[in-house]
C-alpha cells in the first residue's frame, strides 16, 4: 500500500515565484519527517505532478537536502513544463499563432 497526498499551494499570479516552490518544498521537508504518520510506504516517497506540478516536483528534487533527498525513491512527471520557451525554436516560430497556446499566451504562462 502507499499513501497519496495532494498539495494545495499557492498559485500565481496572486502569489508571485518562489510561493508555489517554498509550499512544496516545505511539504516535502514535512512528509519526510513524518512518514510514520502517514501511513504504509516506510519512508519512501515518490513526488509527482503534470504541468507546472510536474515542474515543481523536479524543482523540489532538486532543492532538497541530502537528508531529505534520501527519501525520494522516484518521480512521476506529467508533461512538465522544464524548459523555458525560446522564440529561436522552430516549433515556437510555426506554431506562434492559431493554437490553443499562442505565442503570446505562452509568454504570458512564463513571465507570470
Excluded: M
Excluded at 495532494?6 to 515565484?17: I, T
Excluded at 504504509?40 to 533527498?69: F, I, K, M, Q, Y
Excluded at 525560446?86 to 506562434?96: R, W
Amino acid at each position: 500500500g502507499c499513501s497519496v497526498i495532494a498539495l494545495d499551494y499557492r498559485l500565481a499570479p496572486e502569489h508571485p515565484f518562489p510561493a508555489a516552490q517554498d509550499d512544496c518544498l516545505a511539504a516535502t521537508h514535512w512528509i519526510a519527517g513524518h512518514s510514520s504518520r502517514l501511513g504504509p510506504n516506510d519512508g519512501r516517497l515518490v513526488l509527482a505532478g503534470d504541468s507546472a506540478g510536474g515542474n515543481l516536483a523536479v524543482c523540489t528534487c532538486l532543492a532538497l537536502d541530502a537528508a531529505t533527498r534520501k527519501h525520494i525513491l522516484g518521480q512521476v512527471l506529467i508533461y512538465p513544463a522544464t524548459d523555458h520557451y525560446s522564440a529561436g525554436f522552430d516549433s515556437y516560430v510555426e506554431k506562434a499563432r492559431g493554437q490553443l497556446l499562442t505565442a503570446a499566451v505562452v509568454t504570458w504562462f512564463w513571465d507570470t
